[in-house]
């Protein structure tokens, strides 16, 4: 960081040109993503954990960390942005299908699921440039400071997963678990399911269906869609 700003201004090629980054989302995640990597490397070299990237782009976790007595930690990395001051778009933290519920798989994931002692995200907020960006321009390295950045004022966060997500599904008709959106309840992991534990969250996210999986088992609707039916469903038929 600089001033607020991001220190990242684009790409640079072997003639010395550099070209702006793109304000869109996935490559702003990424960009972020490659600069915590080395930092990630640091801190497991001081405590002495093993570091297992995704062997695939689309692998959960991102790392895997791996302690000296065999424990492996799941950390995945998340980025979005700011809406207005206490919101954010709303971030996925991983599918609630596949290997989330047959945890002794290997699909999609580096580790059986049931092999890790815990879930992490870590979490980038920034705020969106309000300043319009030439995509097309070509810079100099000469010119560094003066290309403006996309992005500004990053906030970072660590949370178990189970305390920053939301009770409903992600955006549009993934089946991937949604994130809490409100930037305070985020970074101090305070979601819905922080004080019922890792245990009701999993049974929660492990057995709900949307609308076209309960069609798929015959079923009227979904058994629940929020945590509150869902504590009723546990319950039992009155």
Not at 104 to 115: G, H, L, V
Not at 125 to 136: P, S
Not at 221 to 230: D, F, G, V
Request: charged share 25%.
């Amino acid at each position: 960081m600089n001033n607020g700003d991001c220190i990242v201004k684009g790409f640079i090629d072997v003639f010395r040109n550099v070209y702006t980054l793109s304000c869109d989302t996935k490559v702003i995640s990424k960009i972020i993503e490659l600069m915590l990597f080395p930092y990630f490397q640091e801190f497991a070299r001081k405590h002495s954990y093993e570091v297992v990237p995704a062997p695939e782009q689309n692998f959960y976790p991102d790392l895997t960390f791996i302690d000296k007595h065999g424990y492996k930690y799941a950390v995945d990395l998340k980025s979005t942005y700011r809406t207005d001051n206490d919101r954010v778009s709303t971030m996925t933290l991983g599918a609630f299908t596949g290997y989330f519920r047959q945890r002794d798989s290997k699909k999609n994931i580096t580790f059986p699921y049931n092999e890790y002692n815990g879930h992490f995200t870590v979490g980038v907020i920034y705020q969106r440039v309000k300043t319009k960006i030439d995509e097309c321009k070509k810079h100099q390295i000469e010119d560094l400071e003066k290309i403006p950045s996309v992005v500004k004022d990053l906030l970072f966060f660590a949370q178990p997963k189970y305390r920053i997500a939301n009770d409903v599904p992600g955006s549009g008709n993934t089946k991937n678990i949604g994130a809490v959106n409100q930037l305070s309840i985020l970074i101090n992991g305070e979601g819905p399911f922080s004080n019922l534990g890792e245990r009701v969250f999993d049974d929660y996210w492990m057995y709900y269906q949307t609308t076209d999986m309960a069609k798929a088992l015959e079923l009227d609707k979904p058994p629940y869609t929020n945590l509150s039916a869902y504590m009723d469903y546990k319950k039992g038929p009155r």
